[in-house]
């Protein structure tokens, strides 16, 4: 089966690519689309390092041949900050909290904690925890991490991710 | 290697494009990692993405769920909250948001904890194939398989009055199964009326534990039916080794979670 062309409206951008039937939403974000803010980790959907939003709900992207997605709207880590690249909410608080080592994972914890707080947005210690169980980091223990949600909830959960 | 992925916008369509030596994809959680991981033969792919089984009806008495429904739509829907312990227990929200109900229903143990749960509710299994459509009691479809040529299109099962789920992992969130139990139990002046027994994490697929409901049936819930009813259940099970734990260890803490699910303690 030849590629074909499959459109998406990435980070509010119309997109146009050509996949191959074996091309993921990962691939395609990387390799079609030069947005390499998604990390590829496990490829297992188990690390959550390739989370982003598909038309509002996370998930892991690595596990998405692109052809079944057409038409969809896919939110990165790119399209976190403002237009003028001022951080969100969000992502000031990772930086506050020094939610970050090595920064593998940063951009799946983004994701799926962005769209943690908009479906709960003053959540408990216990809900972060569940909420970011899929997500993997091998650097910081967590804390930092949980430590940032939790703050950017406190912040202005209504902006968070907007 | 994926050589095709069509993404039919019908039923019939689907199933004419299974025919083709093609695979049913709904989730892509199971299926996607084994594509991603290793050299596969050439392999053809018919996402049901498209084919408009998804969908939630609630009555009184029944539930019926389409097929393709995913988890986190369960997990969002309040008049299921019977099977939001369930559903919260599988992965994390950026899996739960692909994984469907019916791709639960074909993984193998130690995951397909939802299919331990509806096997407890009693579900029966609505199918389409070229004779039409049909329905199977989940555990027969379990224990049968599907034809060819055959899709399921949903599950139903009748609302329970007591339902009870417990699930043990390697850690608090997101790990697949050690022990699943799920159960629906009637017990009325301190004697248990009727049970259905899951269990999950203990065979190569879920396990409808007719002599664990045996035991229990006629007897007060209590310490020792429940024990009694993990000694009746112990032939039954066969436990493997995996990565999360050792077909030893399962066996030897199974009555302590039946205990747990069945007692709460």
Redesign the interface.
């Known amino acids: 089966?030849p590629s074909q062309i499959v459109t998406l409206t990435v980070n509010g951008s119309p997109q146009e690519l050509i996949a191959?039937?074996?091309t993921?939403l990962l691939r395609a974000l990387r390799e079609n689309l030069g947005l390499t803010g998604t990390k590829r980790g496990c490829?297992?959907?188990?690390c959550?390092t390739c989370?982003v939003l598909?038309d509002g709900?996370?998930?892991?992207s690595?596990?998405?041949?692109v052809?079944?997605?057409?038409g969809a709207e896919v939110t990165t880590v790119e399209g976190l900050a403002d237009a003028d690249g001022g951080l969100s909410p969000l992502q000031q608080a990772f930086l506050d909290n020094f939610a970050q080592q090595c920064g593998f994972c940063t951009p799946g914890m983004l994701m799926?904690s962005c769209?943690?707080l908009r479906r709960t947005p003053a959540p408990t210690r216990d809900e972060v925890?569940?909420?970011?169980?899929?997500?993997v980091c091998r650097c910081t223990g967590y804390e930092p991490i949980v430590a940032a949600v939790l703050d950017a909830a406190g912040r202005t959960s209504a902006e968070v991710g907007s | 290697m994926l050589t095709a992925v069509l993404v039919p916008e019908s039923l019939d369509a689907a199933r004419a494009a299974l025919a083709d030596e093609a695979r049913p994809l709904a989730g892509g959680t199971y299926l996607m990692p084994r594509l991603n991981d290793h050299a596969t033969p050439p392999t053809r792919l018919v996402s049901l993405r498209r084919v408009g089984l998804d969908g939630i009806a609630v009555t009184a008495d029944t539930v019926s769920i389409g097929a393709t429904t995913t988890l986190a739509r369960i997990e969002d829907d309040e008049r299921l909250a019977v099977l939001h312990s369930c559903i919260r227990s599988i992965a994390a929200r950026p899996v739960r948001t692909l994984a469907t109900v019916a791709g639960n229903l074909f993984v193998r143990q130690p995951y397909g904890d939802l299919a331990v749960a509806l096997l407890a509710l009693g579900a029966d299994v609505e199918i389409r194939g070229g004779a039409g459509p049909r329905t199977l009691p989940l555990d027969r479809m379990l224990s049968a398989g599907l034809a060819a040529d055959e899709l399921v299109t949903g599950v139903r099962f009748d609302r329970p009055a007591v339902f009870r789920y417990h699930k043990a992992g390697r850690r608090r969130f997101n790990s697949a199964s050690i022990v699943t139990v799920a159960a629906v139990l009637s017990v009325a002046d301190g004697v248990v009326h009727d049970a259905r027994v899951a269990l999950g994490g203990l065979a190569p697929r879920p396990l409808r534990c007719e002599p664990a409901e045996r035991a229990l049936v006629g007897r007060p819930l209590d310490e020792a039916s429940v024990r009694a009813a993990a000694h009746a259940a112990d032939p039954l099970i066969e436990p493997v080794d995996d990565a999360y734990a050792s077909a030893w260890y399962r066996r030897r803490v199974f009555p302590v979670h039946l205990r747990r699910a069945l007692l709460g303690h």
């Open positions: 089966m191959h039937p074996s993921t490829a297992q959907g188990a959550g989370t598909l709900e996370p998930v892991v690595c596990l998405v041949p052809v079944t997605v057409d799926t769209a943690l925890d569940e909420g970011l169980s899929g997500n």
